[in-house]
């Protein structure tokens, strides 16, 4: 969590939302990929913390299957996000800081437990909540 935290770092210093996240290797010694928020720095509405990260993994292990890998993120990812982590195929996703407003990996909604779905990843989430939540609360009061 203390490199999605890093990561994290990145995306306020560029005008982002300061959300960061790494995916690493299903033995878990290994960072596969790693991003944050990147939207206002590109324009690119896709362009969230986890979806940077997936992508970068992929690219790195020349596959779009992350079978075995846990995906590590600052804030409980959205919809989209949520969606991307299903598609991937990772094994789990540890989130810090819970969104009540568009979370979907048990908040809002639960969109990854989603029995509906072919996949469905393990979730450990409060991971250094408070840490995680705290760049967020002072990028918003400082809008």
Known sequence: MRL????AGLAGRGGDVP??????SPD??????????ERELTGDPTAHAEV????????ELGQWRLTG???VVTL???TMCAGALVQSRVDRVVY????????AVGSLWDVVRDRRLN?????????????CATPLTDFFRNR
């Open 4 to 7: 999605a935290l890093a990561e």
């Open 19 to 24: 959300v960061g996240a790494v995916v690493l």
């Open 28 to 37: 878990g010694t290994t960072v596969l990929g790693a991003g944050h928020n």
């Open 52 to 59: 940077l990260a997936l992508r970068r993994a992929a690219a």
């Open 69 to 71: 890998c846990t995906l």
């Open 76 to 78: 409980e990812p959205c």
């Open 96 to 103: 810090g800081a819970r969104d009540d407003k568009a979370g």
């Open 119 to 131: 996949h469905r990843p393990e979730v450990i989430p409060g991971v250094l909540a408070e840490e």
